[in-house]
């Protein structure tokens, strides 16, 4: 996958496991989503009640192949050796997590996407091979009980301003009311989940955020 293509694939970018799901099930909130236009999609199975062991390898197989019958790009969220086992296009790792430059070496043919809070990381992030950046919180969330000081657009904007040209979304607290700023602060898109995971209508919140990122 080329820049460009990574930049689109980003535009709407869906990160999710079950506990972010209510009471719906995760494969038919993938597949609405999918209807939608989500154009990446990040297995995160993580928080209360998330799923562990062989259940949680189950249902990641299982949402890589629908991604896989979509084309759509499949992400995991911190673990190599799950990302290796579903053999995903990539994954996503935060500044706690195992150092980028070593997943970078390890996860040659992969997508790397790093977490990003400030130009400085940002910088280390592009210099340690990263794909892609996730710059959040943008806003206050209730997903990730331990995500840092909301950062908004603004840090997006600062990053850009700093010379890095690096595809990044946006991610944290954003939903149909406020996820423009972000677009227009430089990012190529957003990373979402409970404004699809838990809305009532996966597909039309998708659809709706589809339209105004591309407005
Ligand atoms: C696209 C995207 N951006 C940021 C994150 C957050 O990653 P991290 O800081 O490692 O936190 P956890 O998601 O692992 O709790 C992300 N997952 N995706
Ligand atoms: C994974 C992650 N990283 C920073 S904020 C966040 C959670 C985003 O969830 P929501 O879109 O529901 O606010
Ligand atoms: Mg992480």
């Not at 562990?52 to 992400?75: N, S, Y």
């Not at 969220?77 to 997590?97: F, R, S, T, V, W």
């Given at each position: 996958?080329?820049?460009?293509?990574?930049?689109?694939?980003?535009?709407?970018?869906?990160?999710?496991?079950?506990?972010?799901?209510?009471?719906?099930?995760?494969?038919?909130?993938?597949?609405?989503?999918?209807?939608?236009?989500?154009?990446?999609?990040?297995?995160?199975?993580?928080?209360?009640?998330?799923?562990?062991?062989?259940?949680?390898?189950?249902?990641?197989?299982?949402?890589?192949?629908?991604?896989?019958?979509?084309?759509?790009?499949?992400?995991?969220?911190?673990?190599?050796?799950?990302?290796?086992?579903?053999?995903?296009?990539?994954?996503?790792?935060?500044?706690?997590?195992?150092?980028a430059a070593a997943v970078r070496q390890r996860l040659k043919n992969m997508i790397v996407g790093v977490s990003a809070h400030d130009p400085e990381e940002a910088q280390a992030a592009l210099a340690e091979g990263a794909d892609y950046l996730g710059v959040g919180p943008q806003y206050a969330t209730r997903t990730k009980l331990d995500a840092r000081e909301v950062r908004g657009p603004a840090m997006i904007e600062r990053i850009r301003q700093g010379g890095i040209r690096l595809p990044l979304v946006g991610i944290g607290g954003i939903d149909a009311t406020n996820a423009a700023p972000v677009i227009q602060a430089g990012a190529d898109g957003i990373a979402v989940v409970s404004a699809i995971a838990a809305a009532g209508s996966p597909r039309e919140a998708a659809e709706k955020l589809w339209r105004i990122i591309n407005r």
């Open positions: 996958m080329n820049s460009q293509q990574l930049r689109d694939a980003l535009r709407l970018y869906l990160v999710m496991g079950s506990p972010n799901c209510g009471r719906a099930d995760p494969y038919a909130v993938l597949e609405a989503a999918i209807a939608g236009g989500i154009t990446m999609f990040q297995f995160r199975e993580k928080g209360s009640g998330a799923l562990e062991g062989p259940a949680k390898r189950e249902l990641g197989a299982r949402l890589r192949r629908l991604c896989a019958q979509h084309k759509v790009p499949f992400i995991v969220n911190d673990e190599e050796g799950l990302a290796l086992e579903l053999e995903a296009d990539g994954i996503h790792i935060g500044q706690e997590d195992a150092p």
